[in-house]
């Protein structure tokens, strides 16, 4: 796909790989709505890194159909790419799990990426053309300790994409899961504070890479699943 002059959503844009990611596309010519939480803090990443900024809690599921179509609309009512970056993550070993964890955990991860998703993929079938790219992360294919609720979700999302590949492929569309390894980011940090860049870590960077290399592959093929290891993590 040609990104220069695209328009792309991703959600949880407003920090991390969701950050790096947009900061990367707007820098190829895209067009770029971020999603976040924090409104404060959305506006700011937006306003640096020229993004436009959309107030949105993706577990909210009664407002998905809403702002989905208000993230078109600031799209001028076409999009090429929907990155679902959003996601949280709580690490209870089996007999501490409790409910509230599994209903915030898969209200971001598994609902709300679904649902929003849904209603993205009814433009996308209208333009005949789309790209999906979910992040996955190596917890969707292989469990740890702690991990009964985060991987579990994430097992979620790899099943849901290969379900949307059979579905969408008639219609054009790429669907692709990104699943990088450990990396070095705010994620699962209570204040949201960005993680150090660390040697034998992933970064942000790598993942955008990742993603944007994803998108920019020539429309007649796609990458159904990538995987993205720190070279040396010991």
């Not at 599994?102 to 598994?110: E, K, P, R």
């Not at 020539?218 to 993590?233: H, Q, V």
């Amino acid at each position: 796909m040609e990104i220069n002059n695209s328009n792309i959503l991703i959600t949880g844009g407003s920090s991390g790989i969701g950050k790096e990611t947009a900061r990367q596309f707007i820098k190829k010519g895209a067009k770029v709505v971020i999603t976040g939480r924090d409104e404060i803090k959305l506006n700011q990443v937006a306003a640096e890194i020229v993004a436009i900024p959309l107030l949105f809690d993706i577990s909210d599921l009664t407002g998905i159909n809403k702002m989905a179509k208000k993230a078109i609309s600031l799209l001028d009512g076409k999009i090429d790419v929907l990155v679902n970056n959003a996601g949280i993550g709580v690490f209870p070993k089996l007999g501490e799990i409790s409910i509230e964890d599994l209903q915030n955990v898969y209200m971001t991860n598994v609902f709300g990426l679904a649902l929003l998703t849904q209603e993205i993929v009814k433009t996308f079938k209208k333009q005949n053309y789309g790209n999906i790219i979910n992040i996955g992360f190596s917890a969707s294919q292989k469990g740890f300790v702690g991990g009964s609720i985060y991987a579990a979700s994430k097992f979620a999302v790899r099943g849901m994409t290969q379900s949307w590949q059979a579905e969408l492929r008639e219609f054009n569309i790429r669907v692709s899961l990104v699943n990088p390894s450990e990396v070095a980011t705010a994620f699962a940090d209570p204040k949201r504070k960005e993680r150090e860049e660390m040697s034998n870590k992933l970064g942000s960077k790598e993942i955008a890479h990742s993603i944007v290399s994803v998108v920019e592959m020539r429309d007649k093929g796609f990458i159904p699943e990538l995987n993205i290891w720190a070279t040396n993590p010991f």
